[in-house]
């Protein structure tokens, strides 16, 4: 297989150019990356146009930025209607937009253990009679795995 596809890198076409070229592989890939890029950049461009509502050109879009009462800053899409706010432009092509997550699992989870925690919390003392029941049956069940043993003991030995 080797020498068949090594063999068109030294055989010639008709016009004397070989029938497989490092060169002609090369620019087929490049060739064929510019038409991935270029179409995951269209695709890029019309979905900011639809998060955003404008296209997703050089100039990008605006931010706004101020300090809150307590003095955490605030990133929002409107000015400050309170007080002064600094604008800043985008650059959309630098921007990676990311789909929200479904967070509704955390409060499920959150309930659940809550619930968990609540129950081992809960001290569980058992009775001297519920006691002595489960000594009685751990013994049953020591039994039977003894004789469980003795049955495969004399089934290796009849072999």
Do not use: C
Request: hydrophobic share 35%; glycine share 6%.
């Amino acid at each position: 297989m080797f020498i068949g596809v090594g063999s068109l890198f030294v055989l010639k076409r008709p016009d004397g150019k070989p029938w497989l070229s490092l060169q002609a592989i090369a620019e087929k890939a490049q060739g064929a990356t510019d038409n991935v890029f270029k179409d995951a950049q269209s695709k890029l461009n019309k979905s900011v146009q639809n998060v955003t509502g404008s296209s997703a050109d050089a100039s990008g879009g605006t931010i706004y930025k101020w300090q809150d009462a307590n003095g955490n800053w605030v990133y929002s899409d409107q000015p400050n209607t309170k007080g002064k706010s600094q604008t800043h432009t985008l650059d959309t092509s630098k921007v990676t937009i990311m789909a929200a997550e479904d967070t509704a699992i955390l409060k499920e989870l959150a309930t659940q253990k809550a619930h968990i925690d609540t129950k081992l919390k809960t001290p569980s003392a058992l009775s001297p009679s519920e006691i002595k029941q489960l000594m009685k049956d751990a013994k049953n069940i020591q039994k039977l795995m003894d004789e469980r043993t003795k049955k495969i003991d004399k089934a290796i030995e009849g072999i």
